[in-house]
């Protein structure tokens, strides 16, 4: 891998041949730049499989591009894609459970749908019911408190407390995805209420929010930074 990459990350590919190869082999190359480029083995070439992850990036990018066009943030969810497949090929290939996930996932699309017949390849079901509205707010909100957590430099590890207040509309979908939140934040707890002084006020779908985090490390002393 380090002789891989070592034509784009001269320095660090070098410190850690120095470090896992140079320190435990001395007939080994001098420098990493001097081992042989490694070569490609035909035999391990899938075709299949490239042809197979060709086809979900295409029907993936395709479906950004319409998000984008009908002006659908990424974080809305929606309910359905409606895909014509071009062949039996890439049907059997929408077909599969784990790629037609990973569309949806990348999308974030609930549901994959293909059809049969003339029409455009593609079509984005831009309805949203209360449910869809209510995640996309959860969504959002989750965004604002991952900023929170970025800009106090927590570990992966660091557990947090997060006290809010906002307008019904925003707080019942918090409520309705706490579970949800709580396991991206890495949150304790999600407490609704009137933060204390130092909270920091942000604006989510147009409205005013007040959130504060704080810092939940066991055996330490709770740290607020907002």
Partial sequence: LTRVMAPVLPFLTEEIYQNLVRSVDASAPESVHLAPYPQEDAARIDEALEANIETVIRIKNLALKLRTERKVRIRQPLAALRVRPRDASERQVLENPDYAG?????TNIKQLVLLNGEGPDLELDTALTPELLQEGVARDFNRLVQDQRKAMNLAVSDRILVRYAAPPRIAE???????YLRGELLAERLESGTPEDGAARLSLGG???VVRSEERRVGKEC???W
């Fill in 223 to 225: 740290r607020s930074r």
């Fill in 207 to 209: 409205e005013e929010i």
């Fill in 102 to 106: 990973q569309i949806l996932e990348e």
């Fill in 173 to 179: 979908a918090i409520a309705a995805h706490e579970a």
